[in-house]
């Protein structure tokens, strides 16, 4: 989110009303929810294949680059969907 963060402090300080591009932020954030939910939920012990989900090998590996890139991802969308 802090990638963002200059830009959002130019646009709060031009003063116009606010809006979400739902658009933007919605083919964007939810496969990096998913992203790091899996790999979140695979660090928590609680296996998704027992519950007869199927998870990408790349994901239950441990792939931190992986979730750390996708929060980045995310954080940066969310506070890039904010418009004024």
């Known amino acids: 989110m802090l990638l963002r963060t200059p830009r959002l ?8 009303t606010w ?5 933007k932020f919605i083919p964007i954030a939810v ?4 992203m790091l939910t899996v790999s979140l939920s695979t660090n ?6 027992a519950l007869g989900i199927s998870v990408p090998g790349l994901l ?3 792939q931190k680059e992986l979730s750390i890139i996708a929060g ?5 969308s969310l ?3 904010l418009k004024r």
Do not use: H, M, Q, R
């Open 9 to 16: 402090v130019i646009e709060i300080k031009e003063g116009k």
């Open 79 to 81: 506070l890039d969907s």
């Open 44 to 49: 928590i012990s609680t296996p998704l294949t």
């Open 31 to 34: 496969p990096a929810i998913f």
């Open 19 to 23: 809006c979400f591009d739902w658009a």
């Open 60 to 62: 239950i590996n441990g």
């Open 72 to 76: 980045i991802v995310l954080g940066y």
